[in-house]
């Protein structure tokens, strides 16, 4: 490594020579994810009047999606035990969980353990918060004393993303560009 460390940057610019392994899976690379995919409207799938997401990258492979979570009211959005961790980085506005002392507002990061069951609430005085969220495994969603009432999944974001974009008029193939 010490030699590397001695070279100039100019000439450690040279591409990688060989082909890549075979049957791997293409990057994804979303530009302008921060302002003008946030203003397209028709991007965002809707579970509810109030709430939708814009998914980044829905990884059926591994288990896990990545996507901006937005929601337009105040009040619970859901409880919820999740099955592996989650991340999450708040992009706008703010939100917090019933059972913590701790409120997640823009630029906070957070992470969430596997098993952890919350409920999430978006605070009077919010008119939209987004944030960006990696969920590996999905969620249970519970009634306040743990008995499962429904779950999501990678699974069923994409099924919700593709049934979405068919019924726009972006057609159901338009989810595949987000599938890995």
Same mark, same amino acid.
């Given at each position: 490594?010490?030699? &590397?460390?001695?070279?100039?940057? @100019?000439? +450690? !610019?040279?591409?990688?020579?060989?082909?890549?392994?075979?049957? /791997? %899976?293409? =990057?994804?690379?979303?530009?302008?994810?921060? $302002?003008?995919?946030?203003? @397209? @409207?028709?991007?965002? &799938?809707? /579970?509810?009047?109030?709430?939708?997401?814009?998914?980044?990258? +829905?990884? !059926?492979?591994?288990?896990? #999606?990545?996507?901006?979570?937005?929601?337009?009211?105040?009040? *619970?959005?859901?409880?919820?035990?999740?099955?592996?961790? *989650?991340?999450?980085?708040?992009?706008?506005?703010?939100? #917090?969980? +019933?059972?913590?002392?701790?409120? !997640?507002?823009?630029?906070?990061?957070?992470?969430?353990?596997?098993?952890?069951?919350?409920?999430?609430?978006?605070?009077?005085?919010? =008119?939209?918060?987004?944030?960006?969220?990696?969920?590996?495994?999905?969620?249970?969603? *519970? =009634?306040?004393?743990?008995?499962?009432?429904?779950?999501? $999944?990678?699974?069923?974001?994409?099924?919700? !993303?593709?049934? #979405?974009?068919?019924? %726009?008029?972006?057609?159901? =193939?338009? &989810?595949?560009?987000?599938?890995?």
């Amino acid at each position: 490594m010490s030699s &590397v460390l001695k070279r100039k940057p @100019d000439e +450690l !610019a040279v591409p990688y020579q060989l082909p890549q392994v075979p049957f /791997m %899976s293409p =990057d994804i690379v979303h530009l302008g994810v921060l $302002d003008k995919w946030l203003e @397209d @409207d028709k991007l965002w &799938v809707p /579970m509810t009047e109030t709430v939708s997401f814009k998914p980044l990258l +829905l990884c !059926a492979s591994q288990g896990y #999606y990545v996507n901006l979570l937005r929601v337009r009211q105040s009040g *619970v959005l859901s409880r919820h035990r999740h099955t592996g961790p *989650v991340h999450a980085i708040v992009l706008k506005g703010r939100w #917090y969980y +019933l059972e913590h002392e701790w409120v !997640a507002e823009e630029g906070s990061y957070a992470h969430e353990p596997a098993g952890e069951t919350h409920t999430l609430f978006v605070p009077e005085g919010v =008119d939209e918060m987004i944030t960006w969220f990696h969920v590996t495994g999905g969620y249970t969603y *519970v =009634d306040p004393q743990g008995v499962a009432v429904g779950y999501e $999944d990678v699974f069923t974001k994409i099924e919700a !993303a593709r049934k #979405y974009y068919e019924e %726009s008029g972006l057609g159901a =193939d338009y &989810v595949k560009q987000f599938i890995r």
